[in-house]
């Protein structure tokens, strides 16, 4: 008896093995792969507990729509930790930063839905929210254990958490595996502790090497003299001489609040600062030096950690926005201050990567950026033969490949 085609293909399909050695499954449908029965019976709806046929319409909605968020935090924790480990490696291989910058990049767009996803709420106006809202009581948004992971992984910190009803915010979760859960999330390197540590081994930051932090002060004192102090001293106009004059201290001060190592500290101690001073260091070298092909990349992954954190506190104000539109100043049905307290999560405290976004603060116009040395060329050089040596420099000379990587492979080296 002869088979069909068909029937050959599927038969075909059931031997053969996936590209890593293990074998397709014999049959799998669509319904059974995805467990549609369990995920599509997951919308309980409490108004209809009792009688099915006072159930509140919007309530679907309501339901639906916070699982969609659950699913997606679910997806960007995943993608957060497949980051974290290949920033905990040893070495972190050039060849996966750009794997790095497509998971963040992913994070990004996933983030942008769950933002536009707030336009499908408002579609309930006040009063459809009001038939169903008591029965919520005491379940709350707060309550989003993954939420609370998210933010842990991604970096934000317990200091700088506004209390919820004047208590740690994991008080809330009752579900000892869930503590758990947030606990290692809270316990483990977070993604800017590991940005922290890789920012810290940026090459041309050692006095030995190119030592930036030098010769950037040193050009940051040029600007300050040629744009503010030399205008300031030569103006004849009193009024215009005392306002070029503040602008003169404003920004000497603005500088100083990073060159200065004690400032620095002083001002990441009080919170307004999250990374390490030499880490600030490298992320302000990498973006002034952006244009040097080995730091294509690490300037890629700052702008991606950007995009996250801005998406964030859009997600916040949205969060905010709505409620307020939902229930004005209502208390919230977990016993928050509802709006007033989600109205103070939306801030620079809440802010991850805030020192990233305060470069700008401190970039100086490229006429003044310190030219690299011969050294500094090959190491950011994806070709490092191409530059000579520099035979009159004492901190170069040595050619060899062990001193190549050191300067540069070294910087994405991450030690624990």
Known sequence: METSPSAEIE???????????????????????LQLDTLLSAQKMVSSEDDSSKAIHDEHLFIITHQAYELWFKQIIFELDSIRRMFTSAVVDERQTLLIIHRLRRIAVIMKLIVEQFEIMETMTPL?????????????????????????????????????????????????????????????PSLLDLVTRWLERTPGLESSDFNFWKKYEISVNRWIEAEFTVP???????????IKTASLEKQRETFQSVLEFDKYTELKERGDRRLTHKAFQGALLISLYRDEP???????????????????????????????????????????????????????????????????????????????????????????????NDDQQSDDGDDSPTRQQANGANFYVVQA
């Open 294 to 388: 080995r730091f294509h990349q690490p300037f890629q992954i700052l702008t991606r950690l950007m995009d996250i954190d801005s998406l964030l506190t859009k997600w916040r104000y949205n969060h905010v926005v709505m409620t307020q539109r939902m229930i004005g100043s209502k208390l919230g049905t977990g016993g928050s201050s509802g709006y007033q307290y989600l109205r103070a999560t939306v801030s620079d405290r809440y802010r991850v990567f805030l020192d990233l976004f305060n470069l700008s603060t401190y970039l100086i116009p490229r006429d003044y950026i310190p030219p690299l040395n011969n050294r500094m060329k090959r190491t950011l050089s994806i070709l490092h033969n191409d530059v000579p």
């Open 11 to 33: 038969e075909a399909a059931t031997k053969q093995k996936s590209s890593n050695g293990r074998k397709y499954p014999q049959s799998v449908k669509y319904s059974q792969y």
């Open 128 to 188: 459809d929210f009001l038939e169903f809202r008591g029965f919520l009581e005491p379940a709350s948004g707060f309550q989003s254990y993954q939420f609370r992971i998210f933010e842990n992984k991604f970096g934000l910190k317990p200091e700088c958490r506004i209390q919820y009803n004047q208590q740690h915010y994991r008080s809330v979760f009752d579900n000892i595996k869930q503590r758990e859960l947030i606990d290692k999330s809270s316990e483990e």
């Open 232 to 242: 300031a001293k030569e103006e004849k106009d009193p009024v215009l001489r005392q």
